[in-house]
């Protein structure tokens, strides 16, 4: 994993793939019986992004896969860093995984950073 740049926030491994995430269909009130941001036995990634995302917001993210597949999960944003002009994109954004299938997080180990 990498170093949070904020002292008490989790750090995620950084994913190497497309990402098209948008807002969850779950209810807001349903997300209250999820662990504590940064408890989740699941897990999250990181992403480059140009948009925004509000945080605390449930979305429902698809990442592409080099074979052609995608993942398709649930995550809530965690944390949102803006980003100087000139970097890879605007934000850098931490997504904690809410849902996950078996066997995806295996699958999704072959875009994630090395040494993440």
């Known amino acids: 994993m990498r170093e949070p740049k904020h002292a008490g926030r989790t750090a995620y491994a950084r994913l190497l ?12 009130w349903l997300q209250r019986i999820r662990p504590a941001r940064g408890q989740s036995p699941l897990g999250g990634v990181c992403v480059f992004t140009d948009e925004r995302p509000p945080q605390d917001v449930p979305l429902r993210l698809e990442v592409f896969l080099p074979d052609g ?4 999960c649930s995550a809530v944003v965690a944390w949102v ?8 994109a605007k934000f850098d954004v931490g997504l904690e995984f809410t849902a ?12 994630i950073a090395p040494g993440s």
Request: proline share 17%; net charge neutral; glycine share 8%.
């Open 69 to 72: 597949t995608s993942v398709t």
């Open 81 to 88: 860093d803006p980003l100087p002009d000139g970097g890879p």
């Open 17 to 28: 793939a497309p990402v098209y995430f948008s807002p969850s269909a779950l209810l807001r």
């Open 100 to 111: 996950l299938r078996p066997g995806d997080r295996e699958r999704l180990s072959s875009v």
